[in-house]
């Protein structure tokens, strides 16, 4: 199993950036793809960005292909998202997951395709 722990989000001004971290505990990290998501308030959970056990893959939405860089450490068990040129409709709890150890990459956006999930982290944008 693999427990994330998610770090960095706060309060920014529009066109600023942040750097949210996950620290996965257990020894299947690098055997796992990993997920960023995020919920803003009255909305559902959404899918931000994906990336492959090895990193080599990386997977975006739409409304963040740009701006957001997924990135892993698999030597740290930690999983980073670097967020630039915040907007305000950028706010919301962002929620690092796991996948399963059996992963359908072309079904990286979806959130039961991941098992394990962090207790999220406060994302503000201030216009």
């Known amino acids: 199993q693999v427990q994330p722990v998610e770090s960095g989000g706060g309060l920014v001004q529009a066109g600023g950036s942040l750097r949210l971290s996950c620290a996965a505990s257990?020894?299947?990290?690098?055997?796992?793809?990993m997920g960023w998501f995020r919920q803003a308030p009255g909305k559902e959970r959404e899918f931000v960005a994906a990336i492959s056990r090895s990193g080599g893959s990386t997977y975006y939405a739409d409304s963040v292909k740009g701006r957001f860089t997924i990135s892993r450490d698999n030597a740290k068990n930690t999983v980073y998202l670097q967020m630039n040129s915040l907007k305000p409709e950028d706010t919301a709890v962002f929620y690092c997951a796991a996948s399963a150890l059996i992963f359908n990459s072309g079904r990286y956006y979806r959130a039961d395709e991941y098992g394990y999930w962090g207790q999220g982290t406060q994302v503000t944008v201030s216009s």
């Open positions: 257990g020894r299947t990290f690098s055997s796992r793809a």
